[in-house]
Structure formats: C-alpha cells, structure tokens
C-alpha cells in the first residue's frame, strides 16, 4: 500500500516538473521579423502602429523618433544560482517626417550593440564658493528667509553688546 503511495506521490511530482527553460519577455514580439515589413518612404505611422503597436519610446526633434524594444531573458546555469541572462535584446529606431511616412530605419541586435561605444567623458561641475552664482545665490536665499532685514539688525545689536 505505501509503495503505491509513494509512486503516486513520485509521478505527481515529476509531471509537474518542466524541464523548459522560463523565459521572461519583454517588448514587441518578433521584432527582427516585423521590421522587415516596413519599407522607408513608403510605410506611414498608421501602417507602422499596425505592425508593431504602440512604440515603447517616442522623441520629438526635427522628426518624429519612435523606438521598439524586444528583449527575452532566461535563468542562468546552476552554478550561476539563477540569475537572469539576456539572450536576445533588440532595438528598432524609427524617424518619421512630419508627414508621417518612414524616413530612417535601424535595427540593432545584441551583437551590434556591444559593438557600439559609449563616451566615457564626463563634465565636473566647476561650481566654487567664490563664484558669482554662488554670491548671487546666498544673497537671494538670505533675502527670502528675512526680506525686511530684521535679523541682520538683531545680530548686529547682540554683536555690539
């Protein structure tokens, strides 16, 4: 009776075991492939939002810039315990005139983007206690805390005693 028992539990628990990877997926679903769809100075906004939806990322310069995200992420190895990996990060930047037709198209995989260089410049702030702003600002600072003066007259009171 308990080796039917066990057996059964057995069973239960490896069919509901999965050795399918679990991947999280994030962005439009077969980006690689929709984008092939779009053709520049033919397609329009309306034809693109058809395609692929709404963008994930839009920016208004000169033209219309609408971006579309794919990304599909997976558990690691064992002896990583599990962390995430990225196994497949697309990115499609669309530029569209004021007309709304395609203009400029560029797909760019995991394999192009870790060949793109990113500036590793930086600006320092030259902001110094002496500066012009730095006066400026601790004189407007001092005005709004005491705009009649009254505190500067008791300081100078106590100062004098």
């Not at 203009?103 to 206690?129: C, L, V």
Request: glycine share 4%; charged share 30%.
């Amino acid at each position: 009776m308990y080796k039917i028992l066990y057996i059964f539990f057995f069973a239960l628990i490896v069919s509901n075991c999965s050795f399918k990877k679990v991947v999280k997926h994030h962005g439009i679903p077969f980006l690689e492939k929709k984008q092939k769809q779009l053709i520049i100075d033919q397609s329009t906004s309306n034809d693109i939002r058809e395609i692929l939806g709404t963008p994930s990322t839009r920016s208004k310069f000169d033209n219309d810039v609408w971006i579309y995200i794919e990304r599909k992420q997976t558990q690691s190895k064992l002896r990583n315990l599990g962390r995430m990996k990225i196994f497949k990060n697309d990115v499609l930047v669309l530029e569209i005139d004021k007309y709304g037709i395609l203009k400029k198209k560029e797909f760019y995989n995991i394999q192009n983007m870790n060949k793109i260089k990113i500036a590793e410049d930086t600006t320092e702030a030259t902001f110094a206690r002496n500066s012009f702003i730095y006066d400026f600002m601790s004189s407007m600072r001092q005005k709004i805390n005491d705009p009649l003066g009254v505190r500067a007259k008791k300081r100078k009171e106590i100062s004098q005693r």
